[in-house]
């Protein structure tokens, strides 16, 4: 299984970015894909999931601003991220479990300027 995730970058508070997040090696469209991230000195959190029948769910703080979604003919995974804020600044990793194993995308930064 490869997850190669992009389009992280500097943006200004209130902007917005879309990463994106390719798999391979695994039938992606019966998966459960995650968008994690990790600050620096924290732990990774789980900012939001979706389900293979599009099912999705979100950690209270991104609510309202972010939105996951996926493209199971492209084997696609997006995360749309609006109204950024400095406390988003992260790095961004999508995952996904599969056969019992847990994997990583490489990871992509994103920080939001004040």
């Known amino acids: 299984v490869q997850l190669q995730a992009s389009g992280g970058g500097l943006v200004q508070a209130g902007g917005s970015l879309r990463l994106s997040c390719h798999a391979s090696?695994?039938?992606?469209?019966?998966?459960?894909m995650n968008w994690y991230r990790q600050a620096p000195g924290t732990q990774r959190e789980l900012v939001a999931s979706?389900?293979?029948?599009?099912?999705?769910n979100y950690t209270d703080s991104v609510k309202g601003r972010f939105t996951i979604s996926r493209d199971n003919a492209r084997r696609m995974l997006y995360l749309q991220m609006n109204s950024l804020k400095p406390e988003d600044t992260a790095v961004y990793y999508c995952?996904?479990?599969?056969?019992?194993?847990?994997?990583w995308g490489q990871g992509t930064q994103v920080t939001v300027s004040s």
């Open positions: 979706v389900m293979s029948g599009g099912i999705v």
């Open positions: 090696g695994l039938n992606f469209s019966i998966h459960k």
């Open positions: 995952n996904t479990r599969y056969k019992g194993g847990n994997y």
